[in-house]
């Protein structure tokens, strides 16, 4: 093949390489809204470096839960929105201590844009005294977004939210809700639905999905 039609191949190719990774990798910030923009832009925590593997991605998904769900892999430390076709989006997330994390099954009964965060009695004794109640905003723990599982019509008190400390993602610590980045806990605020179901494996029951081929989001 000469040259010049071989380089007018290539180029011909480029635009369908670009909508494929379109497809199957989502914007990092679509879902921002305009305060949301304001206020991650003055946050007063230092930005962490996440590492690769708890970066948002699509991966294939071969377990059997119905897309909409929620899957929460505590040992891993990922959580997934299951797609249509086989396939999930997978976030990083910071989980709780074995003793006080949440596990079993829920469903979505509240979803909050920059909730206030009320702390319970039991935080009090445990972290030190906080105001009865925190404003919404970047300081605040519960962070950009806020989904509250709920077992019937209960509130279980455990629900998964953004983070005031992105260094964390990855890790178990003291708290038992899940956290998220601020940017992730957005994205899936936005696909996530109310009654939806969320599944939270115990410690020691990792889902153990071979993720294979993934795209960064």
């Not at 989502?26 to 930005?47: C, G, I, K, N, W």
């Not at 891993?76 to 910071?94: E, Q, S």
Request: net charge neutral; glycine share 10%.
């Amino acid at each position: 093949m000469p040259r010049s039609l071989l380089v007018l191949f290539v180029v011909a190719l480029l635009p369908l390489g670009g909508c494929m990774q379109t497809t199957l990798s989502p914007s990092t910030d679509a879902s921002m809204t305009a305060r949301d923009r304001e206020l991650l832009a003055h946050t007063p925590y230092a930005q962490a470096n996440v590492p690769e593997q708890y970066l948002r991605h699509i991966v294939d998904y071969p377990r059997k839960e119905l897309p909409g769900t929620i899957l929460v892999d505590t040992d891993a430390r990922y959580l997934y929105y299951v797609l249509p076709d086989g396939k999930a989006i997978r976030y990083g997330v910071a989980v709780g201590e074995e003793a006080m994390a949440f596990s079993g099954v829920a469903r979505v009964g509240r979803l909050a844009e920059w909730p206030d965060w009320v702390p319970t009695p039991e935080i009090q004794a445990r972290l030190g005294p906080y105001p009865a109640r925190v404003p919404g905003g970047p300081a605040n723990p519960l962070g950009a977004r806020g989904i509250y599982l709920y077992a019937g019509n209960k509130d279980t008190l455990y629900r998964i939210h953004g983070t005031n400390q992105p260094e964390y993602i990855g890790q178990a610590i003291s708290s038992g809700c899940i956290r998220m980045r601020n940017e992730d806990v957005i994205d899936l605020f936005d696909r996530v639905k109310l009654n939806a179901t969320v599944v939270v494996l115990p410690p020691g029951q990792s889902a153990q999905i071979d993720s294979g081929p993934s795209w960064r989001g």
